[in-house]
């Protein structure tokens, strides 16, 4: 099984760019369709950007041009890169993968059995 490590959230001013990290370590990324997701309190659980298994990917148009989903085989890690930053992108951010070879990785949590335990994002006015 693939266990995943998130990090690199932080609070930072809107407008700002941050860079998150999952750190991926029982299997190689590459094989896998992964995913980003973000929780905040009180909200349910929503996809924010995915890649599949060939390198397709996917965002939710809340943050498409803004968001940037890679993945870095030589550290075995999933990227997600964030610019113009807004307050409603305050959440905590999970990282999830699936052995299902997706070529359009799904936005849907249900869709992915391993799961990182999250890093949290703040994004101030």
């Known amino acids: 099984q693939v266990q995943l490590v998130e990090s690199g959230g932080e609070s930072v001013q809107a407008g700002g760019s941050l860079g998150l990290s999952c750190a991926a370590s029982g299997g190689t990324i590459s094989s896998y369709s992964m995913g980003w997701f973000r929780q905040a309190p009180g909200k349910e659980r929503e996809g924010v950007a995915g890649i599949g298994t060939f390198g397709r990917t996917m965002y939710a148009d809340s943050v498409k041009g803004r968001f940037t989903v890679s993945r870095d085989n030589t550290k075995n890690t999933l990227v997600l890169q964030m610019n113009s930053l807004k307050p409603e992108d305050t959440a905590m951010y999970f990282c999830?993968?699936?052995?299902?070879?997706?070529?359009?990785?799904?936005?849907?949590?249900?869709?992915?059995?391993?799961w990182g335990q999250g890093t949290q994002v703040t994004v101030s006015s």
């Open positions: 999830a993968a699936t052995q299902t070879r997706w070529l359009l990785p799904p936005m849907n949590p249900s869709e992915y059995n391993y």
